[in-house]
């Protein structure tokens, strides 16, 4: 791959980004959907149709090797600086076991409907070889997940992030994901492309061990060093290069788990200093970069893996069923999961909403999925286009919640 078709690739793809996120900002949609939505804009399914020779040459397979890397880069940036944001809203220990159960219900539920789903899906969409218990567990997983990224860019684009379920959904989503996570690499150690179960064992594990080393080890470390060395919150080039070298190890280890990067990077996150001028410095310097230039390239990659054959009418109400089953398993769980956590309806619908958005994390898994051989072209573009469906749902839900809570309270205030 040249340079010069890197760079071609990046201003088509920010470009095409800015205009579609531009566009779904004026409709009440948070940008990042228009930067999802800009990834099958550059795919097979619109471009590739219009202009095939000029997306065959632009996009050609042997190119996209720079374009991962980078995407990946983005998406250990931003989580970091998410994880460094997180706050308790209430008790730690009580927002642990709150999350705990909002996560374990809109993780069980989906979970469920989606292996019930999978035996209408699997006669017609299952590639040659896989056999139904594999297909119908992945189905499961793929349902059951929450995109932490997205979700956080949502609450944060609202302003939400410190209300009481935005951190409770935010915590959630880390219970979910990683769970989800876990089940992905059973049913791909089941299929043989991961070894054998022994993976699964390995990720569990791997995964204790680290958040040990973690909150044990660096968490301390990083305190003192930052105490010592960045008193006034305004790390220098030193401290700045320690911090990234942690992040990056985070990551790295988390990435050889097979948990992703992205997790590595929030765990890293969380365990520095709840300090918000060290907070303010680090977004300023970071969130430019990781948001408007390295996370639209992701969600380019995931276009470029769809199939025009899935909005065909023998698919359609495929897709249709899966959109139905979808919402109804991640709404219902999370809205379920924080009521029995003792939270108010609202905020309990608040945050069902919030875990229906399934974005990254879940193009993400589709992309396993379809790199183990567990679905074709034609399913994943089902679940990218499920992916989107559902998290522009979230914005107009939320805003639904918040101005009832905004209105309540103007009456109160009135009446007082």
């Keep these: 791959m040249s340079t010069t078709t890197l760079l071609l690739q990046l201003i088509v793809i920010l470009g095409t980004a800015r205009v579609c996120g531009w566009l779904l900002r004026h409709l009440g949609q948070p940008s990042v959907l228009g930067e999802m939505a800009a990834g099958m804009v550059l795919g097979p399914v619109i471009m590739g149709a219009l202009l095939p020779e000029v997306h065959g040459q632009l996009f050609a397979k042997a190119s996209l090797g720079g374009l991962s890397a980078l995407s990946t880069v983005g998406l250990v940036l931003f989580m970091f600086v998410i994880g460094l944001e ?4 209430r008790g730690v220990r009580q927002q642990i ?4 159960i909002v996560g374990l219900v809109s993780t069980v539920v989906p979970l469920g409907l989606g292996v019930a789903l999978a035996p209408v899906l699997y006669p017609a969409f299952a590639p040659q070889g896989v056999g139904f218990w594999p297909f119908a567990l992945f189905m499961g997983a793929a349902l059951s997940i929450t995109a932490f990224p997205v979700m956080a860019r949502i609450l944060k684009d609202r302003g939400l992030t410190s209300t009481g379920f935005g951190q409770l959904s935010l915590s959630a989503a880390a219970v979910v994901d990683v769970v989800a996570w876990i089940v ?3 049913v791909v150690a089941l299929t043989g492309a991961q070894g054998s179960q022994a993976g699964l064992l390995k990720i569990t594990v791997g995964a204790v061990l ?3 080393l973690v909150y044990g080890g660096l968490r301390p470390f990083f305190a003192w060093l930052l105490r010592t060395h960045a008193p006034d919150g305004e790390p220098s080039t030193t401290v700045l290069a320690s911090l990234m070298i942690g992040l990056l190890g985070c990551a790295l280890l988390t990435e050889w ?13 969380t365990c520095l200093p709840r300090d918000d001028r060290l907070l303010r410095s680090l977004a300023q310097r970071i ?7 390295l ?11 769809t199939s025009a054959s899935a909005f065909s009418n023998a698919s359609l109400g495929a897709l249709l069923l899966i959109l139905a089953v979808a919402t109804l398993g991640k709404i219902g769980g999370g809205l379920v999961g924080a009521r029995l956590a003792g939270y108010g309806w609202r905020d309990s619908l608040a945050a069902g909403s919030l875990m229906n958005a399934r974005g990254l994390m879940e193009l993400i898994v589709i992309k396993v999925g379809l790199d183990a051989g567990l679905i074709g072209p034609e399913l994943f573009t089902m679940l990218l286009v499920m992916a989107l469906v559902t998290t522009a749902m979230t914005g107009p ?8 809570v905004q209105a309540s309270g103007a009456t109160a205030a009135q009446g007082s």
């Design 287 to 293: 969130e430019p970069l990781s948001i408007v230039v």
């Design 184 to 186: 992905l690499a059973f």
């Design 97 to 100: 076991q709150a999350a705990g």
């Design 86 to 89: 997180l706050r308790a809203h």
């Design 210 to 212: 680290l958040a040990g």
């Design 257 to 269: 788990l097979h948990l992703h990067a992205v997790f590595g990077a929030f765990l890293f996150g």
């Design 397 to 404: 839900l939320i805003s639904l919640t918040t101005r009832r």
């Design 295 to 305: 996370m639209p390239l992701f969600f380019a990659l995931a276009g470029l893996n």
